[in-house]
């Protein structure tokens, strides 16, 4: 089993979009710039989403138009619907990630779709995408349980990744979006994925509600998974989903897997001033748990 596990931050997108403060474009490229500059390949850069809905996420065009150019790192955008897909192919995406759904009510919740009608976007885009030369990540919400509907059968998410890699998804994403799974859930789950798919076209992503989303990232990779989201300074949440904190943060999920031996290229000095930028930014990075050993140690090399 590869070594190399890859991170993509998802602060700039799922850790903004629930954020009082709004940041500008121009605040969200800087954000961006520092996690490149801490060696982060992947990063979600922002949504194509109704700016009604979510305010935070209004200007991903100028976000996008603002990145390095010429850099290989992969730029992802979220889309939530077919006019989110256009829109960023007409801005220059070269990667998106779709959301499909553990129950119809948090479909509901978030896209005003049912389930099925969430799961007909994704299909369309990844038919259009396959056309444009833009790179899909189907993203399972809610993967392990609904605020509204309560647990999900794992079968759902099973069933689910079989159609969408069938269908040409480039990488099938299972999101504990309210973080509320267990790491014997998280590993049972991820087990049977790997050894049917192999983990080349699977991640995951882990909210750190109930201060499991580090169990769960070493669930998973115990089990062969090698990409996870996180989001700097464990930014993180999703405004319709009732009780959803941040994300597991970035610093915490490269600080032990660096430690258990495994190669992130990821620079955890770096990581520490994107980390501070995101508070300086946000005023509300909680900063992960790892956080304060780090400042420690670093300041003292
Ligand atoms: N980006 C920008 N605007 C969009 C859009 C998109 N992807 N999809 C629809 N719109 C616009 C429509 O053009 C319409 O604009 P108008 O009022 O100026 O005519 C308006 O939004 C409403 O369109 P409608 O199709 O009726 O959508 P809706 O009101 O039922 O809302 C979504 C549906 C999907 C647009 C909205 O719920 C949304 O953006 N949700 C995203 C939620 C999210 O980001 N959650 C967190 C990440 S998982
Ligand atoms: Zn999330």
């Known amino acids: 089993m590869s070594q190399s596990v ?5 602060g700039p997108r799922d850790g903004l979009q629930n954020q009082q403060k709004i ?5 969200r490229v800087r954000l961006i710039e520092a996690l490149l500059g801490a060696g982060l390949g992947h990063i979600e850069v922002g949504a194509f989403v109704s700016p009604k809905a979510v305010p935070a996420m209004a200007g991903a065009a100028a976000v996008l138009a603002g990145l390095p150019t010429g850099d290989s790192s992969v730029f992802t955008v979220l889309v939530p619907n077919f006019k989110g897909y256009e829109l960023a192919r007409d801005a220059g995406a070269k990667s998106v990630s ?6 119809d009510a948090m ?3 978030n896209v005003r779709m049912s389930r099925a009608a969430a799961e007909q976007a994704t299909a369309e885009i990844i038919a259009s995408a396959r056309q444009d030369g833009i790179r899909v990540t189907a993203t399972i919400a809610v993967a392990f349980e609904c605020p509204f509907d309560g647990p999900v059968d794992p079968s759902l998410p099973q069933e689910v990744i079989a159609r969408f890699l069938e269908l040409g998804a480039d990488e099938v994403a299972i999101a504990d979006t309210i973080g509320a799974a267990n790491p014997k859930q998280v590993r049972s789950l991820t087990e049977v994925l790997v050894s049917e798919y192999g983990s080349g076209q699977l991640a995951c992503h882990f909210h750190d509600t109930r201060a499991m989303g580090l169990a ?3 669930a998973a990779v115990e089990s062969g998974i090698r990409k996870f989201d996180a989001a700097i300074g464990g930014l993180g949440g999703c405004p319709f989903a009732p009780g959803a904190s941040g994300n597991v943060a970035t610093e915490d999920v490269v600080m032990m897997l660096e430690q258990m031996g495994f ?3 990821i620079s955890l000095a770096d990581l520490m001033q994107a980390s501070a930028l995101a508070q300086e930014l946000t005023g509300t ?3 992960g748990r790892a956080a304060a050993w780090l400042e420690k140690t670093q300041s003292s090399k």
């Open 98 to 103: 779709t959301v499909l759904y553990g129950t």
């Open 23 to 27: 940041l500008r474009p121009d605040q």
């Open 285 to 287: 990075a909680p900063g």
């Open 6 to 10: 890859i991170i993509n931050d998802v």
């Open 107 to 109: 479909a509901q919740a």
């Open 263 to 265: 190669d992130t290229g």
């Open 216 to 218: 769960n990232v070493f």
